[in-house]
């Protein structure tokens, strides 16, 4: 790749294709791959990660919201995709784009019968979600003969899967919970099974049970950040390639006196001659500002460069007085030498919040490295 000469967000489908080969590689051959595109693929390009996903073989996708499964559709991709939060105001343009819809609640499934038999539907996949301890959505296990009667009485939708969601998979201290959630959700499925009279796909696990409890992996699995090069885990990441980079220049160099002071609300003040660079990217872009003040960092030909005083919308300052660089050097904020788990325990966060918060008026560019 050339040097960035402007704030770019670079996307490595080799480095996708190397992250699906190492969690798939923990799999039975048998087992169906879903590949979790919401929230713009984390913060990239959902729809050039979708098509790179069929390619290797996934067998489903999954986004958040019908307006998600709506873009991909728009891009082309006519994969099945399952929409984990729909809305019921939603529905009409969810089956004209023919996206599967998870059935939560008692509300929305009946809302979904409804509407698919005004569309004239027969046998419209859905799935039903069951909560099993995470406690966000889901059918109750006590919902289970009410789901079999409600569907018994209308031929406009078929339970294409059943699957609930883990709270904790990553987190080994919580195993017994994590236990208690499988056997839960396994006891609900086979009830569920036997109240239909056929068997619909099951799945439960994510990134880290793929990786952290085989006995959890059924049908189907979900993979979302680990896809992307994250795993919960610094021994699993080792194993993993960040998919996104982010870079940027410097704009300007500035040289600043003691006792000067640099951005919004002085907050940062020299206390001898120091160089400062500024960068075109701010927390409009996604950059929070609780990275400034010298608690998150970029790197500048290979050297850490903090960021002082404010994080500004549309810009960020850095300390380079020890720095050999120039205007229109390139600068990495995320990449492999300094990964979004590394910023994100700088900032008090996740990656996932770093890498889904990159604004899309950054310009992604796709790549092979």
């Not at 959505?137 to 939708?157: H, M, N, P, R, Y």
Request: hydrophobic share 40%.
């Amino acid at each position: 790749m050339p040097k960035a000469s402007q704030t770019i967000l670079e996307i490595d489908l080799n480095a996708l294709d190397h992250n699906y080969r190492f969690i798939t590689s923990h799999l039975k051959p048998s087992t169906r791959i879903l590949g979790v595109v919401k929230a713009g693929g984390y913060g990239s390009d959902a729809a050039e990660i979708a098509k790179e996903l069929l390619v290797l073989g996934v067998d489903y996708l999954a986004v958040a919201y019908v307006s998600e499964g709506v873009a991909l559709r728009d891009a082309g991709i006519m994969a099945p995709v399952l929409v984990l939060h729909p809305q019921p105001v939603n529905f009409d343009q969810l089956i004209d784009r023919c996206l599967e819809p998870a059935m939560y609640s008692k509300r929305v499934l009946s809302a979904f019968i409804a509407k698919a038999e005004e569309h004239a539907q027969k046998n419209y996949p859905v799935h039903i979600k069951f909560n099993s301890g995470l406690n966000r959505l889901g059918f109750q296990k006590e919902d289970t003969q009410w789901i079999a009667e409600t569907l018994s009485g209308t031929d406009s939708v078929r339970v294409k899967s059943m699957f609930s969601h883990l709270a904790a998979s990553e987190d080994m201290a919580e195993r017994d919970f994590t236990l208690g959630q499988i056997a839960k959700f396994k006891s609900i499925a086979s009830e569920m099974k036997t109240l239909l009279g056929y068997e619909p796909i099951l799945h439960q696990s994510n990134t880290s049970a793929i990786l952290n409890y085989p006995e959890a992996e059924l049908d189907m699995v979900r993979t979302g950040i680990g896809l992307y090069g994250y795993g919960n885990n610094p021994e699993i990441d080792k194993n993993l390639r960040p998919v996104v980079n982010l870079k940027s220049v410097i704009s300007q160099i500035h040289r600043i006196e003691s006792g000067e002071t640099v951005g919004y609300n002085r907050a940062f003040k020299a206390s001898g001659v120091e160089v400062t660079a500024t960068i075109p990217i701010g927390h409009a872009d996604g950059i929070p500002r609780s990275l400034g003040n010298k608690k998150g960092f970029v790197l500048i030909n290979g050297e850490k460069a903090p960021i002082i005083g404010n994080v500004c919308m549309d810009m960020l300052m850095v300390n380079i007085t020890h720095i050999d660089c120039k205007e229109g050097d390139e600068v990495t904020i995320i990449g492999e030498d300094i990964p979004a788990t590394t910023l994100a325990e700088a900032g008090n966060t996740i990656s996932y919040e770093l890498l889904t918060a990159i604004s899309h008026r950054i310009k992604r560019v796709v790549c092979r490295k």
